[in-house]
């Protein structure tokens, strides 16, 4: 029994020791209940602000934050919470307590006053010593100010007063503590381990009259801290001064780098350092770089790079970006060096070095961040066409965040699909339908936006933050959709679902069209500043009459006007000077299907409707019915004329085409072929059509009235609106 006794106390003692062996445990807990947890606990709150961007405050999650030192501290001492700056609650508390870097980790009492702040990544050890001595009053900005204002001068009181200066933006009062606690040490304690911090945390070259010191005195320091301790630090210094000598900046002076260079290799001649570790290897990268061959240097450091340290080949690879006004092979080089170690190198390394990778290859990149509420982690499918081809990418996501990169030259729209088995919709044919949204990527921009998705609804977009280019294709594609264009989307997601047929709501799809080219024609006129207006006007140029065409594009500025799509609407504008509006139709001279000759200038007097259409073409055709009931209405005030151009080149095929056509579609008016006696009158040219189907209106002073481009235009409404009836 008495065993027994024993063996329960010994688990109830045991099992509350290792609840603490868990790391930090962070409480989901709102500030105000972290209060009052704190007041009934008798202990302060700590706040971890963190984004789900920063490198450094993963690492601390990951690596600190799990320890069970660090857990067994923190737990017996705060309330921990653990607040995203960006999201919730937490952009309020930041902005109270003046957040601006990340990690950065506050210490409050229970009624939410500051008691100590830090920030950056630190070791456990570290970190919890920071902390700890943070809060302790002695240990304090306070109380470090004032023991050493009374004139204490310990190693450990030296350093932290020291360091608290150097944190607070007093870097020349944090050098000249240091300096006079060092010159007022006689020789005996220089070199003594507690004051070792002198040279591994305040001496940072080997150019410091520290570090000379350590040099001049290598034996005696490695008899009082050890050779494993001392030498390290030497190298450390002498491989710093190397550094520069390898990277690919600047050009080298052929006078003062190789007498630096020489004067350096005598110091690490003179160190005698048991292990030299990669410093040969260094010394030969240097030597070529002196020598000037880029091609010549990117090979030897592509030969030594196994041998370096890892710090070694990123101080190589970031010096590479100052190679980009190199030529196009050196720069290939260059590029293909770094991408090649990219994958050694994480966090904030990795993407200063990606960086330099798209600098290297003429790129920038678009990075697109979107929390979405519905969803903590899943994948996406990227997807985009970019000159012609069709790319895609996928990506992981967790946390509720999605974060894609993308590189290039050029501004494309793409589409991100959510394959996440909480959105996944099963269909009729038997597959999963995931809902996507749309987005633009717009190289050397950002944005952050929130994503609405619900299983079986059309995804949301919400802005933030980020590109004026971005905001304004999210503002025009999301925020200004009109009700009919939401209600369409959803109608269309429904049938792909249930297998319905979309082409049964033929009122449903005029009404979203209708609303989406008021919605386009309007951002257009009312935006000329914005790139999405230059874009749209190039995409939809055939809505818009070109003398209001050619007005929107004079008000847009120079730059959107020197962009490709700003050339490519100037190019239209220019052909198009003959053929608008207002101008005088040109003359020409045809034969009919029947062989009757038709002349445009004999028609003066007459409205003259000309339909620019082909027999491959299928809105031309679809067009034909409704063509034929205004033929029936109109044939008394307006002459029709049908002009067909064939997509061959054989004229008998041709007119094959076209007479096999004319007769399917029951058209029995003026029917032309453009392709016979094109040398002499080519009507498409004539009449600058880039599109099919076309209707051109001419009044009877043969003027051009109207020109109505495409299936979607009902040439009736113009009829009535000319004719007055």
Known sequence: MRKNLILFWMIAVILPLSSFAQGVDFKSLTMKEAQVVAVKEKKMIFIDFYTTWCGP???????????????????????????????????ELAKKYQVKAYPTFVVLRADGTEVYRTAGARPADEFVDKIRK??????????????????????????????????????????????????????????????????????LSYKDPKAD??????????????????????????????????????????????????????????????????MSELDEIARVRWEGDLKAYLDICREKFASLESKDRFSILLGLGALQEENDAIKTLAAGLLRDHLDEFENTNRRVLYMTLLNLEGKKEYRLRASIDGVKKGKVTVSYFLRGKFEREDYEFDNHMIDISLAGRDTVAASVRLLCEELACPTARGNDYYPHFNFIVVPG?????????????????????????????????????????????????????????????????????????RRVMAFIRENTNSFISVMELWEHYIWFDENEAEDIYNRFPENLKASPYGRV?????????????????????????????????????????????????????????????????????????????????????????????????????????????????????????????????????????????????????????VLGK
């Open 569 to 721: 609407i100037a190019q239209r504008l220019e052909r198009s000077k003959d053929s608008r509006t207002g101008q005088p139709a040109k003359n020409f001279v045809k034969k009919d299907m029947n062989g009757k000759t038709v002349s445009l200038e004999k028609l003066r007097g007459k409205y003259v409707l000309l339909d620019f259409w082909g027999s491959w073409c299928g809105p031309c055709r679809a067009s034909h019915p409704h063509l034929k009931e205004l033929y029936e209405k109109y044939k008394k005030q307006v002459v029709f004329i049908n002009v067909a151009q064939e997509n061959v080149k054989d004229l008998n095929e041709a007119r094959k085409l076209w007479k096999t056509a004319v007769k399917e579609d029951g058209m029995t008016w003026t029917q032309i072929l453009n392709n016979e006696g094109r040398d002499e009158y080519d009507v498409v040219r004539l009449f600058n059509i880039s599109s099919f189907p076309t209707k051109v209106l001419i009044d009877p002073n043969g003027v051009v009235v109207s020109r109505m481009v495409g299936g979607m235009v009902d040439a009736g409404e113009i009829l009535k609106k």
């Open 134 to 203: 943070g809060i302790d009053p002695k240990w304090s900005p306070e109380g470090l100010t004032r023991r050493y204002e009374k004139g204490e001068r310990t190693p450990e009181l030296v350093n932290e007063y020291a360091l608290l200066q150097m944190e607070t933006g007093n870097g020349e009062i944090g050098g000249k503590v240091v300096q006079e606690y060092f010159d007022k040490l006689s020789d005996k304690k220089r070199v003594k381990p507690e004051n070792f911090f002198l040279y591994t945390r305040y001496t």
């Open 445 to 517: 921009e950002a944005a952050v936006v929130k994503v609405d998705a619900e299983k079986g609804k059309v995804a949301e977009l919400e802005w933030q933050r980020g590109g004026a280019i971005s905001h304004d294709f999210v503002r025009l594609n999301y925020d200004l959709l009109e009700a009919d264009e939401r209600d369409y989307n959803q109608l269309v997601m429904d049938n792909i679902i249930r297998g319905g047929d979309i082409r049964d709501y033929p009122d449903e799809f005029q009404a979203s069209w209708d609303a989406g080219k």
């Open 213 to 278: 010191y350590v040099f001049a005195n290598k034996d005696r320091f490695i008899k009082a801290n050890g050779q494993e301790v001392v030498e390290p630090l030497l190298y450390n210094w002498l491989r710093q001064e190397m550094i520069p000598f390898v990277m690919a900046k600047g050009v080298p002076d052929t006078g003062e780098n190789l007498k630096a260079l020489q004067d350096l290799e005598t110091k690490i001649q003179k160190a005698a350092l048991a292990n030299l570790g990669c």
């Open 57 to 91: 405050c993963k690492m601390m999650s990951s690596e600190v934050f799990t320890q069970d030192q660090v857990g067994e501290y923190f737990n017996r001492t705060f309330v921990n919470l653990k607040v995203d700056a960006e999201k919730g609650e937490g952009v």
